[in-house]
């Protein structure tokens, strides 16, 4: 059983930066992948960013430029730049892992842009 707990969420201005991470219940080493999901007011859970290994990472394309994913195997971390904030962003983000088959989510964290 892997746990996942978010951090870093908040509100920011537009223009402004986030930083969200996940530290996960064990060694990440041989996650499959992990990623960050979010879920704007009154829409679906859609796919933000995620990382297949070190390096092979994919974005949507809303985000492409302005967010960042990376991974810290030595602390269990899986981390999220947010730069550029727009009030379009506003959602819950959820981290997501991907073990030998199995999924698994955080609680997720409030990222909210407004000025």
């Known amino acids: 059983q892997v746990q996942l707990v978010e951090s870093g969420g908040g509100l920011v201005q537009p223009g402004g930066s986030l930083r969200l991470s996940c530290a996960a219940s064990?060694?990440?080493?041989?996650?499959?992948?992990m990623g960050w999901y979010r879920q704007p007011p009154g829409k679906q859970r859609e796919l933000v960013a995620i990382m297949y290994s070190d390096i092979m990472t994919h974005y949507t394309d809303s985000v492409k430029g302005r967010f960042t994913i990376s991974r810290d195997n030595a602390k269990n971390t899986v981390s999220l730049q947010m730069n550029s904030l727009k009030p379009e962003d506003t959602a819950v983000y959820y981290c997501n892992a991907e073990v030998t088959g199995t999924t698994y989510w955080g609680q997720g964290t409030q990222v909210t842009v407004s000025s």
């Open positions: 064990g060694s990440i080493v041989n996650f499959n992948a």
